[in-house]
């Protein structure tokens, strides 16, 4: 969460004004995700909204400034130092190999069922089960293992993996 601004605080960089909006709509999204029931979710589920804004507004960020080039660095080391974005999954995003991690916890071996191994959502695709959507355990991000003709993808069958998931 962004700290809280008051009038003691620096003011923001300049180029903050043009991305404000932005950002307090990702707040508002976090909040309504946070005051969400968990009534009939298992436990791990609770926080999986959570999870996925706070990468959506990680990955807004990186965007814009290694991508776009949209924002100066001062302004991209404010937003990383006021907590809008997360500093550690930003700077694997930055390693060959990780530029579409979901999540850091997904790359610790400590949490998972066998010693050494990684999550399911870092297994390379041509090594999954085809017609198989996988649900990453610690923050929900889910990977379709469809596969048709070389990796081209069957929509038809992963929306119908999907709805059987989520009944």
Not at 60 to 87: F, H, N, V
Not at 104 to 122: A, E, L, P
Not at 151 to 165: H, I, M, R
């Amino acid at each position: 969460m962004p700290k809280i601004r008051t009038q003691r605080t620096k003011p923001p960089p300049e180029g903050f004004e043009d991305i404000e909006d932005v950002l307090e709509d990702y707040e508002k999204k976090m909040r309504d995700a946070e005051s969400e029931t968990h009534e009939g979710k298992r436990n791990v589920e609770g926080v999986w909204p959570i999870m996925r804004l706070s990468h959506a507004r990680s990955r807004y960020i990186y965007d814009l400034y290694y991508k776009r080039e949209l924002i100066s660095r001062e302004l991209y080391d404010w937003l990383i130092k006021q907590g809008y974005a997360d500093a550690n999954l930003i700077a694997k995003w930055k390693k060959n190999g990780y530029e579409k991690l979901c999540c850091v916890r997904c790359i610790q071996t400590k949490d998972m069922n066998f010693q050494g191994s990684t999550c399911i959502c870092r297994v390379p695709k041509a090594q999954l089960k085809k017609d198989v959507v996988v649900e990453c355990p610690h923050c929900g991000a889910y990977l379709f293992c469809a596969r048709l003709n070389n990796s081209s993808y069957d929509l038809k069958a992963v929306a119908v993996a999907l709805l059987q998931t989520s009944l």
